[in-house]
């Protein structure tokens, strides 16, 4: 089992900057691609940004060019910077792990965070 907790959301005005953060716990060894992904009220989860064991990221388009995602394997972190914050960027916010086990991947989410952004 792995735990995942997130922390660092809040308020903030559009063309902000938040910074959230992802801790993972547990049985970490296998831990694979960790990610963030948001839900806003009426919507899908949708990806915001991944990032796999080796390092390579990817974002989804809203986002491009504004946040960063980095990791810190050793510890078993995950952040993500948000910088030129937006309205629509309002959503909770949810940290995903993967761990793959004997070739099966096992999905962990944490319980989210709420990122307000206003005009």
């Known amino acids: 089992q792995v735990q995942v907790v997130e922390s660092g959301g809040g308020y903030v005005q559009a063309g902000g900057s938040l910074r959230l953060s992802c801790a993972a716990s547990?049985?970490?060894?296998?831990?694979?691609?960790m990610g963030w992904y948001r839900q806003a009220p009426g919507k899908q989860r949708e990806l915001v940004a991944s990032?796999?064991?080796?390092?390579?990221?990817g974002y989804g388009d809203s986002v491009k060019g504004r946040f960063t995602i980095s990791r810190d394997s050793a510890k078993n972190t995950v952040n993500l910077q948000m910088n030129s914050l937006k309205p629509e960027d309002t959503a909770i916010y949810y940290c995903k792990v993967d761990v793959v086990n004997w070739r099966t991947t096992y999905v962990y989410w944490g319980q989210g965070t709420q990122v307000t952004v206003s005009s």
């Open positions: 990032i796999s064991s080796g390092g390579n990221t």
């Open positions: 547990g049985s970490t060894r296998d831990i694979n691609n």
